[in-house]
DNA sequence: CTGTTAGCGCCTTCAA
DNA sequence: TTGAAGGCGCTAACAG
């Protein structure tokens, strides 16, 4: 691999010169450049980022963590952050925790040695001390959170709007008709899941429905095991609810496949509204209405937040972090209506 | 952010004693090791793995360039190679070339100047140069091709076993009674487009039925493009095929939404059976025959193969390119059942 | 076992 | 406008 020195030499200039007609910050004269641009292509010479990241110690690189990115939420989060990325000429890289709070430690251990200049974190859903993440922000490494946002900590965040979101789902439900509407969260040390519950609620309270512990379900992420709670809730319930609302993917998958092997299907048997689309085409039954999140944007605000923190960093006091809430969008197909 | 010399003043030590500890590579006496560590952990070093790669001239890091990790495929290819890569110690960068041939000539160009070690390419469906590539492999970067093998380009590539994979999808339709069977494909400037063909027209031809040109529509890889196409043939075709054999997901998705729109379902006006799952999980209807390819294996695979070629790389001459062609296997699902 | 030191390739003053 | 030189943080000899 040549280096500049070596392209100084075949150019008959100083690396110093080679250096200018690279950047291009310090003008050359005409002779020279071009001399150093054919030199430049004979070599076929690519300068070397690690050389200049040492020097500059900018790295021009991000990190980007998230649970998994075969859910199909993800690899919308990490194109939007990737696209505003290369605007601003940085790269990304995408690493996945599998939900491990380990994982995520040791990855964002990684992702510091390796000097990216800022981090965007989906936190894994284990429960995950927050210290690493203060402590990485302390060292002046910005960290912007996504989609899931711990508690107490004082990080930005960009995620949808929540109760809204959630409200928006329940209310549309509560007009079609349901009364009897349960609902199916992930683990509740998602703040995330308790705003949507809290949503589900008020539009409940606001309808002049009561809200009924019975109905509210608290699994996790993993399909089977919220297939297993949902099968066990419907058979066991006295009164069967007519519609449910799930708070995330996965969690809708298993609520689907319990639905199915109960023999119930939607929306003949009960009504369904669910965040997060689970088909790439609406050609595709049952039709779901989704509570959609502008995943695309929400990597894409992120990035660019990220990018203030970056550049903002050199000087003026540390700004209060700041909280963004993307609103959601409900598409509405046939398994909300009412038969 | 602390340096090794910090910590070395810290624990009272020179740099050297604390890179062994770190690195574990020289014993060093059990005081010293705790001072070190003691130091390490009050300060809360991260080595330098810019410093540190500028020194051994290895980054341990992996390129990986797909098309678009919003196609569901890809995910699962990555996280293969993720998995392979974390074992050996090493992460990877993932980026889409949204199948622009400038944008893949920029990203190799960037990975090159990263000085990644080794880079996985699914090139892109535009027509590409090979000589980027070429020239990657003579600097010394080994390269492997997945999922998409360009032709004449001297690279170890790893995919699906396409003929092989075509006939199977093909035989299981003339097996259930399918006798006017047409193909859509994506782009024939892609060998596995031809191979997938190939491998469909080789099964007709056992089976005794004639191989109509009529019969074989080449599109693309856009939805949008393949469903305008698919509904064109339909249209003008004086006796509609009984069953369509897609080789690739998104232009399965294209001519899914030509049948809706042209009012036919599956399988009961029509058989089809596609290569890559188009849901996530097969409650969904309707529930489409599918040619699965070993995503994650494919992925894993090439990053194995990728990892041979560098540790390798120090002596031995060069080995001649390895083809790895792998298994698909069948998902018989409702819609190649045969009304 | 421990300390010292010479670069890795590049950028960036600083002089000429 | 061009060239010379000092590190960035770390590792890998080598010397003690």
């Known amino acids: 691999m040549p280096t500049i020195k070596e392209v100084a030499d075949l150019a008959g200039v100083s690396v110093g010169t080679v250096s200018h007609v690279v950047s291009g910050a310090v003008p050359v004269s005409e002779p020279l450049r071009l001399k150093v641009q054919e030199a430049i292509r004979e070599l076929d010479y690519h300068p070397n980022h690690v050389a200049r990241s040492l020097k500059t110690s900018r790295t021009r690189t991000l ?21 505003a990325a290369w605007k601003q000429g940085y790269s990304l890289i995408a690493v996945n925790t599998m939900d491990g709070a380990e994982r995520q430690k040791e990855l964002l251990s990684l992702l510091r040695s390796q000097r990216v200049e800022g981090i965007l974190v989906v936190v894994a859903a284990a429960p995950v ?7 990485l922000i302390e060292a002046g490494i910005p960290v912007v959170c996504l989609d899931r946002i711990p508690e107490k900590l004082p990080a930005d965040s960009v995620s949808v709007e929540d109760v809204s979101a959630a409200e928006m789902g329940t209310d549309h439900l509560i007009e079609m008709g349901y009364r009897r509407i349960a609902i199916v969260t992930g683990p509740l040390s998602l703040t995330n899941e308790n705003r949507r519950l809290q949503g589900y609620e008020q539009s409940l309270r606001r309808a002049g429905i009561a809200v009924d512990p019975e109905l509210m379900w608290h699994g996790n992420v993993r399909p089977e095991d919220v297939a297993a709670l949902c099968q066990q809730k419907i058979r066991s319930l006295a009164i069967r609810p007519d519609a449910i609302l799930c708070t995330n993917g996965p969690t809708a998958l298993g ?8 023999g119930l299907s939607t929306p003949e ?42 550049q903002g960093k050199s000087g003026e006091e540390i700004l209060a972090p700041r909280t963004i809430r993307l609103p959601a969008s409900l598409k509405v197909r046939e398994s909300s209506r009412r038969l």
């Open 63 to 83: 990190g980007i963590i998230v649970p998994d990115m075969t859910i199909s939420f993800y690899p919308l989060v990490i194109r939007g952050a990737e696209t």
């Open 255 to 262: 609520c689907l496949r319990a639905l199915r092997d109960c």
């Open 269 to 310: 048997d009960i009504g369904f509204v669910t965040f997060d689309e689970l088909t790439v085409d609406d050609l595709f039954q049952p039709a779901i209405t989704t509570i959609v999140q502008p995943a695309y944007e929400i990597g894409f605000e992120a990035a660019t937040i990220l990018f203030e923190r970056i």
């Open 129 to 135: 001390p927050v210290l690493q993440i203060t402590r």
